[in-house]
């Protein structure tokens, strides 16, 4: 027997059940995406790789040690997208899209990051996300967090029997000028402890200080809690910017908590950052992040453009939604399971299930024989709301037979001229 070739570490496939979720997902955010009005943008998969290295960082986790990257046959050092931003950016330069006009676009697709594989963290995961260009006031930073917000809502996700599910946290990382300011002072206090600093931080203090506020390291973590704090440093526009955006979130009851150790793994942003976090996910915890970038587009050769966004992962949402849906019965649309009793009634039974189908009911519809009993038991398996009956007698009397499967009640017979309302009928009781 030859030996079975395996699906690579992190790379997964979707079932049915699972997929069902995803494409509710996706559903709601393309919804919410047309409703504010954003375009969609399809983007390549393969870049070259410097476009990341010159956007997310040369010093961050991802462009370090994260990223698919390879050489190609004619020798272009070429990788994955581990992020959607930087192509979507690069696009936008490409095709004349970002001077001097506000464009509101989104994306979705695979992303791949040479992760640790654990539950919520993968090697090739899906991103829904957004950009809005040519806007550099708070107010379009409230609209990308209510565009969010309602698609959490629609999900079920935001008010879940009293308890929300995920949490907005907020921070501001200010000009990249008020930040260097502070970066000069945090490793200036950081310095005096390098000898009591886990090892990445230690060498995150000469490339990238600030992600030495995000170390999960205890000691750590307690040497970073009387580290100089950035609000001294801020400057008072981005204060100010971040004032109003507090107001407006509150202006439309947009709960949200403050995080002054927020600061995100990616190195374009400047003033907002925000992370919806859920407690239910274990480690792998943010859902959707984001933030401001208003240095990009011209570090990648495109003028000066303000620029915000966030990407949520979808294979996060999707797996809050299962555990939302665990502690929550929502009724999904009813499968009907057609049982056919005999040869005679097949080509009846088929042409039934394509008039009950084109009233939007779900038929699955017995294929491969099968005594009643058997068909029944695949029913069940199928977790059908109700089965259809049909055979020879039942077509003689012009009737069908209807069972209903998930509440033990009555079966009934249900006359076949009218049928899906008659189905409908029953199905809604
Ligand atoms: P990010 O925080 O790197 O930001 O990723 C956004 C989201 O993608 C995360 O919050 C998480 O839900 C999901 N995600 C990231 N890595 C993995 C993984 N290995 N497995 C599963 N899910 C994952 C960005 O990518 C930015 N481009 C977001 C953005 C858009 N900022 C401005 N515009």
Redesign the pocket.
Known sequence: MSERIRALR?FNDLLPGQSTRWREVLDTLRRAMSLYGYGEIKLPVLESTDLFARS?GEATD?VEK?MFSFLDREKTMMSLR?????G?VRAGIDHGLLHNQQQRLWYEGP?F?H?R?QK????????L???AFGMDGPDIDVEIIALFTRALRDLGLLDHGGAPLVQLELNTLGTSESRDQYRAALVEYLERYQNDLDEDSVRRLQSNPLRVLDSKDPTTRQIVSGAPLFDDFLDPRSAAHFASLQAGLRALNIAFVLNPRLV???D??TRTVF??TTPHLGA?S????????DGLVALLGGGQVP???????????ALLLEHARETTSRATDPTIYLCVLDAMAENAAAALAETLRDQGLRVLKNAGGGKLKAQLKRADRAQSHCAVILGEAELADGVALLKPLQNGAEQQRLPLENMPAALQAALAN
């Open positions: 992190g997310v991802i994260e581990p992020e959607g931003t930087a979507c992303m990051r992760e594989p919520g963290r993968y090697r090739q995961f899906y991103q996300g957004l950009e995100r793994g990616l374009y942003y992370e919806w792998q943010t859902i959707c992040a984001g933030g401001r970038y620029a915000v966004g966030f990407a949520a992962g979808i294979d996060r949402v």
